[in-house]
Nanobody, 124 residues
Framework: QVQLVESGGGLVQAGGSLRLSCAAS????????MGWFRQAPGKEREFVAA????????YYADSVKGRFTISRDNAKNTVTVQVNSLKPEDTAVYYC?????????????????WGQGTQVTVSS
């Protein structure tokens, strides 16, 4: 089992920044790919960014590329995503997830463990 707890969400004006963090406990964190997903009201959960477990390669959704930066610290069992230049359409609950799949999984079904989510609201 892997337990994930997100933090860092909040209310921010368009153009602002936040740093979302995810603290992991349980099984060996370094062996899991870590991802961030988000779900806006009335919409399906969508992939945001992920980092693999081996060489920390990253992958981003086109909608956040250049604005979001994901990183992991295996010594601290944390994964963070720096979110810059926020837009109202970034408003959603952001979820941290862990996957035992190889590579950089981008589909939610490949993630076995999920946090409870943290709300990000961007005002225009």
């Amino acid at each position: 089992q892997v337990q994930l707890v997100e933090s860092g969400g909040g209310l921010v004006q368009a153009g602002g920044s936040l740093r979302l963090s995810c603290a992991a406990s349980g099984r060996t964190f370094s062996l899991y790919a870590m991802g961030w997903f988000r779900q806006a009201p009335g919409k399906e959960r969508e992939f945001v960014a992920a980092v693999n477990w081996g060489d920390s390669r990253t992958y981003y959704a086109d909608s956040v590329k250049g604005r979001f930066t994901i990183s992991r610290d295996n010594a601290k069992n944390t994964v963070t995503v720096q979110v810059n230049s926020l837009k109202p359409e970034d408003t959603a609950v952001y979820y941290c997830a862990a996957s035992s799949a190889l590579g950089i999984p981008t589909t939610s079904r490949l993630y076995q463990y999920w946090g409870q989510g943290t709300q990000v609201t961007v005002s225009s």
